[in-house]
């Protein structure tokens, strides 16, 4: 069976942090001055809104509006940013850096990738500046970025869904590509036929344009967005209603399980690790150890390696909540 069909909304505020969670969203976008596309919040509204929310929530990493070229000053902001985003309890981090030549910038984009493990990165939609953006989808992916947010080049996904559709297929597995921006439950039916994607991204500013404002109005547009998503997914799966309440409670109930099991086998699984061998801490390593002879790799080591890979795959597919 696919994955199930993801919603993350990017929001503002707290009060609209909870009233995506209670819409029925997956994960949450949190940043600041939406209007010039998302800045860095500050430490004490991240505070703030992880102790009030319990969603997964990504903290947006940018030091300004305009352009994704920054200068080293810049750069060292966006360093700061990210091991605060870590000690604050974010569930991932949301940037994009652009060399001078408006390419991405994969040098740069890596070291930042590499300081914010365990948690994952979402590549933003500097993305949609490059020229080529299926030449670009892979530098995104030598980034080590798990997830990109496109609206395909356009202002809107809906103004692109082939496009989004061929880097949703040229990815394959190497990179989640998440179409967003426009999407809302009139024109995610279409987003989600013709793009193939499991992860959706959506502000909702087209159907609410003051979202501080009209928070009940927000909550509500959140909820169809994603009772569309969720009827879509059951059709996908071809399962009548009770099958489905089934398997969603099942699901649920394994989910929670690893979940609270995560944080004890990930501590133990690096702890053996680090003192049984040559400090490897992250799947990619842990993944080439494996490569070699089994005969040669002791059943424990085996099972800490394992464990690691398991839980990095639950924590970069943003379906994890804080551990």
């Known amino acids: 069976m696919k994955s199930p069909l993801a919603l993350e909304i990017s929001v503002e505020s707290i009060e609209a942090a ?14 600041s001055n939406a209007r010039v596309g998302g800045t860095t919040p500050s430490d004490e509204l991240l505070r703030a809104v992880r102790e009030r929310v319990s969603l997964p929530i990504f903290s947006m990493v940018r030091p300004r509006g305009g352009d994704f070229f920054y200068s080293e000053a810049e750069f060292e902001a966006l360093r700061r940013d990210v091991d605060a985003a870590k000690e604050i ?7 994009g850096l652009l060399d001078a030549g408006g390419q991405i910038d994969v040098e740069r984009t890596k070291q930042l ?65 998440m179409p967003g921006s426009g999407l809302h439950a009139g024109n995610i039916l279409e987003a989600v036929a013709k793009t193939g994607a499991h992860e959706y991204h959506a502000g909702l500013s087209a159907v609410v344009a003051d979202v501080s404002g009209n928070l009940a109005v927000f909550e509500g547009e959140v909820r169809k967005l994603a009772d569309v998503l969720r009827d879509s997914e059951r059709g996908r799966a071809g399962m009548d209603g009770r ?30 690790l680090n003192d049984a061998g040559p ?24 099972l800490a390696v394992d464990s690691l890979i398991i839980i990095e795959s639950i924590m970069s597919s943003g379906h994890t909540r804080r551990w």
């Open 89 to 95: 309890g974010m569930n991932g981090v949301v940037l």
């Open 18 to 31: 909870m009233a995506a969670g209670r819409g029925g969203a997956s994960r949450i976008e949190f940043c």
């Open 113 to 177: 990738v590499e300081q914010a493990r365990p948690l994952p990165v979402t590549f933003h939609r500097a993305f949609d500046e490059c020229v080529d953006l299926r030449r670009s989808l892979e530098d995104v992916i030598g980034t080590g970025a798990v997830r990109l947010l496109t609206s395909g080049g356009k202002r809107t996904a809906p103004e692109a869904l082939d496009l989004l559709g061929d880097l949703v297929r040229i990815a394959g597995g190497g990179i989640s590509v």
């Open 279 to 302: 400090g490897i801490s992250n799947s990619r390593q842990s993944i080439g150890v494996l490569c070699g002879p089994r005969k040669a790799v002791s059943a424990r080591w085996a």
């Open 243 to 272: 099958k489905w309440r089934q398997y969603r409670r099942t699901r649920s109930a394994v989910h929670t399980f690893i979940l609270q099991k995560a944080h004890t086998v990930a501590r133990w699984s690096r702890l053996y």
